[in-house]
T-cell receptor, first 115, second 114 residues
Framework: AQTVTQSQPEMSVQEAETVTLSCTYDTSESDYYLFWYKQPPSRQMILVIR??????QNATENRFSVNFQKAAKSFSLKISDSQLGDAAMYFC????????????FGKGTKLTVNP | ETGVTQTPRHLVMGMTNKKSLKCEQHLGHNAMYWYKQSAKKPLELMFVYNFKEQTENNSVPSRFSPECPNSSHLFLHLHTLQPEDSALYLC?????????????FGPGTRLTVL
């Protein structure tokens, strides 16, 4: 079974600094998709960034970028120029195109941004 | 209303009560999901519906009964729950078959079982 591991339950960063959140996953598949979701204290989960496993180029969305290491099964999220609004729970997630719409989540990392 | 809405936002119920959670999506999606979010645990997928048909039941106890009357609405009927069922219940929707497509989440229903 696929599993997603986020080894950092909590992280903190100073405003304007850079922080990296770790995620590893376990799968025997070669084709799959990876996501980072953000859940602010208001609880509505939103997508931050996504990565297709067949793409070697790391995805980037403004201040958010990933470091995707397929061989190592690692998918870390880098947040540059951190802002107070980045404070949230961040969840790493995995899905494989098997016909089942099953998104597998990690336990999450709580990010605190200090002013 | 836009996106995915859920009602009620908060629910307190006794173990003998029967209640229902409602989810509605206004995005034209054809897949809908129920997740359970408990403290210090990963989000747990409970049910998946594609085109109103249930395609995934992740070994959920029968005291949780989903219903999907159409592609826009999803219900979770609750009866004889246990205190350990207290959690945040999240609904989500997406375009079925497009695995790279994001799932859009509702704000959740905070359920407390006394």
């Amino acid at each position: 079974a696929q599993t997603v591991t986020q080894s950092q339950p909590e992280m903190s960063v100073q405003e304007a600094e850079t922080v990296t959140l770790s995620c590893t996953y376990d799968t025997s598949e070669s084709d799959y998709y990876l996501f980072w979701y953000k859940q602010p204290p208001s609880r509505q989960m939103i997508l931050v960034i996504r990565q297709e496993a067949y793409k070697q180029q790391n995805a980037t969305e403004n201040r958010f970028s990933v470091n995707f290491q397929k061989a190592a099964k690692s998918f870390s999220l880098k947040i540059s120029d951190s802002q107070l609004g980045d404070a949230a729970m961040y969840f790493c997630a995995y899905i494989r195109p098997s016909g089942s719409e099953k998104l597998v989540f990690g336990k999450g990392t709580k990010l605190t941004v200090n002013p | 209303e836009t996106g995915v809405t859920q009602t009620p936002r908060h629910l307190v119920m006794g173990m003998t009560n029967k209640k229902s959670l409602k989810c509605e999506q206004h995005l034209g999606h054809n897949a809908m999901y129920w997740y359970k979010q408990s403290a210090k645990k990963p989000l747990e997928l409970m049910f998946v519906y594609n085109f109103k048909e249930q395609t995934e039941n992740n070994s959920v106890p029968s005291r949780f009964s989903p219903e999907c009357p159409n592609s826009s609405h999803l219900f979770l009927h609750l009866h004889t729950l246990q205190p350990e069922d207290s959690a945040l219940y999240l609904c989500a929707s997406s375009q079925a078959g497009d695995f790279n497509n994001e799932q859009f989440f509702g704000p959740g229903t905070r359920l407390t079982v006394l």
